[in-house]
């Protein structure tokens, strides 16, 4: 594998001016990826097609990521395709309504990095010149995921806070109340 910087170039390299996003057949793009990858012609790669796919984002971000994974110098190695499937399935669906413009993943390099490092966490490879530990915190200091499951928490504590610090005010109203009545 190259250095993580390779993939991120290629994704924000992504030539989207030259798609026509309503008539691509994914279930073709991804049949030419593991032609490419396999040497082996199969009518269907998935178990289930991608040409029903009507969200337009969505399906920008399977032609990034077939892109990616299509090029030959990338250097990726062999992988498989039900873990492939699932992060298809799941996982791109998930990125896909956080971020819902697909020109984020191919403008916002950091964006970029997170659909990587994304994929390459669903499929076990580890970029070059990273360790596990260091891929593991780059990837969860830029997730997106991540990053709202920090913000909720957050948002629960001040709320938390909040109610505390209003409890305890209304405690002091009604002790003081209570003095004022006995004197």
């Excluded at 390779?6 to 057949?25: G, Q, R």
Aim: aromatic letters at 10%; glycine letters at 2%; one cysteine or more.
């Amino acid at each position: 594998m190259l250095e993580i910087r390779h993939y991120v170039k290629k994704v924000l390299n992504t030539a989207f001016h030259v798609v026509d996003l309503p008539s691509v057949s994914l279930d073709a793009l991804w049949y030419d990826v593991f032609f490419l990858r396999t040497g082996q012609g199969k009518t269907t790669v998935f178990p289930k097609s991608f040409d029903s796919i009507t969200n337009q984002n969505l399906k920008a971000l399977h032609i990034i990521l077939a892109n990616l994974l299509y090029d030959k110098e990338s250097q990726i190695p062999d992988f498989s395709k039900d873990s492939l499937f699932e992060y298809l399935t799941n996982t791109l669906q998930i990125l896909c309504e956080l971020v819902p413009n697909y020109n984020t993943w191919t403008t916002d390099a950091e964006r970029a990095e997170e659909l990587i490092r994304s994929l390459f966490h669903s499929l076990g490879f580890l970029p070059e010149n990273e360790t596990k530990e260091y891929f593991r915190d780059r990837y969860l200091s830029i997730d997106s995921r991540e990053r709202i499951r920090i913000l909720d928490e957050t948002k629960k504590a001040q709320e938390r806070a909040k109610e505390i610090l209003r409890q305890m005010k209304l405690k002091e109203e009604e002790e003081a109340a209570s003095k004022y009545n006995r004197e």
